[in-house]
């Protein structure tokens, strides 16, 4: 709901002016922002809610399959151990065709990330782990890359980020 109230520009949605400066500040070409936020809004065709304990998580949607799939720390925050982060995992695979690549982002050693006052669980996994599950779900990983932590804070104890771009066996 809010990625689409973001989409339709609608007041009170999240605002995202500040990681698109980031990335024109990175690029050192920060006028630019708002030109890259309406080009990235134009790019998004649909917004779809999706319920995981469904057959057909779209339902009543029925996708075609999916060139990608790009996940942020998503499978971290709803799963409660390894077979739930397994059986999620196979969910987003099924939306992919044969040959299409997985975008997969995730904190490893983390237990908790804390959003205003509350406090939730974050299930904890190792490398080791994740590139196990993607290959046993028919993976070949392309690239992975491991950063430790450098920022600390109390909002999350993650110990480091790991990105995963892999494509699915024909």
Excluded at 100 to 117: D, E, P, R
Aim: aromatic residues 12%; negative net charge.
């Amino acid at each position: 709901m809010e990625l689409k109230r973001w989409v339709d520009e609608r007041t009170g949605a999240f605002y995202w002016g500040h990681t698109s400066a980031l990335l024109q500040e990175k690029e050192e070409n920060s006028d630019q922002c708002q030109d890259q936020e309406a080009k990235l809004r134009s790019a998004i065709q649909h917004v779809v809610k999706y319920d995981l304990e469904k057959e057909n998580m779209t339902d009543p949607l029925v996708l075609p399959s999916a060139d990608c799939v790009i996940s942020t720390c998503l499978l971290d925050a709803i799963s409660k151990d390894q077979d739930d982060y397994i059986r999620y995992l196979r969910k987003f695979c099924v939306l992919l065709k044969p040959g299409g690549h997985l975008i997969l982002f995730g904190v490893l050693g983390a237990t908790y990330f804390t959003a205003g006052k509350d406090k939730f669980h974050i299930f904890t996994y190792d490398e080791d782990f994740v590139r196990k599950s993607l290959v046993g779900e028919g993976f070949i990983i392309d690239y992975c890359n491991v950063k430790e932590r450098t920022a600390v804070s109390d909002i999350t104890d993650y110990k480091a980020v790991i990105f995963i771009a892999a494509h699915k066996e024909k």
